[in-house]
């Protein structure tokens, strides 16, 4: 019987609920151990993940210690899916899924992150900052509308892998954009990349993780 693997995750950021998203959709036991920013870039933390970011995993079945969210997600899907059912073993689209896993981890990720902090979190409001991040989210997104174009999904016919690792960071776009975000109108705009991302919004296993890291804000971690 598979042992739950340990997911350290935090209450808002959205990384570790990605990997949370693709837990749920394996059905893959695990517990969610919630690590304090004020800890992160400490010990006994960075003796799991040197680098004081989540995610990280423990796996115990098959005693591996992991971070980066890419990683983990290839990782999951290499170990525990094998129906393949989020992913590819034909040529060329296994190699198309990971492609957009990294465009994700490192085009939509790092740049909707800095654009969460100079909008949210910097002690100072800075406007060329903001502004460069914003406009390359609105670009990423205008990437996946035009690859989306005519698709339901980002390789082939079946919700991949490299779909779900969208999802989280596409949540915090309300957030991050506050009362600008209306008047993008991604609906009009962007409409094959609204209603790939409304799709995915509606899986049990991303509703679930929703629920979940609402619970968890709640209670104030
Ligand atoms: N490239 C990393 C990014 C991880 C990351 O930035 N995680 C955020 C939470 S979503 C974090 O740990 N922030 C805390 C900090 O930077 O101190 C990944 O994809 O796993």
């Known amino acids: 019987m598979t042992k739950p693997i340990v997911l350290y995750g935090h209450t808002s950021g959205p990384n570790p609920w990605k990997v949370a998203i693709i ?4 059905k893959i036991p695990y517990e969610i ?3 304090d920013f004020a800890e992160i870039k400490k010990e006994p933390y960075t003796n799991i993940n040197v ?6 995993i423990e796996d115990p079945n098959t005693d591996i210690t992991l971070w980066e969210s890419g990683a983990i ?4 899907v290499e170990t525990y ?7 590819y073993t034909s040529f060329p689209e296994k190699y198309l899924v990971k492609q957009w896993l990294h465009f994700q ?3 939509q990720g790092p740049y909707f992150g800095q654009a969460a902090w100079f909008t949210k979190f910097h002690h100072e409001r800075l406007e060329s900052p903001t502004k460069r991040y914003q406009d390359e989210i609105v670009r990423v997104v205008s990437v996946l509308d035009k690859a989306l174009t005519g698709k339901k999904y980002l390789v082939g016919n079946k ?5 779900l690792a969208f ?6 776009l309300p957030f991050i954009f506050g009362d600008k975000f209306a008047t993008l109108n991604f609906e009009k705009n962007y409409p094959a990349y609204f209603a790939w991302n409304k799709s995915l919004t509606e899986r049990p296993a991303v509703q679930k993780i929703t629920k979940d890291k609402q619970a968890a804000m709640a209670k104030g971690h």
């Open 23 to 26: 837990l749920e959709e394996l």
């Open 33 to 35: 151990k919630i690590v």
């Open 51 to 56: 680098n004081g970011r989540v995610p990280a």
């Open 73 to 76: 997600i290839e990782y999951l």
């Open 81 to 87: 899916d094998k129906e393949n059912t989020l992913t």
């Open 105 to 107: 981890v490192s085009g």
């Open 159 to 163: 919700c991949t892998y490299a779909d």
């Open 167 to 172: 999802v989280t960071w596409d949540s915090m």
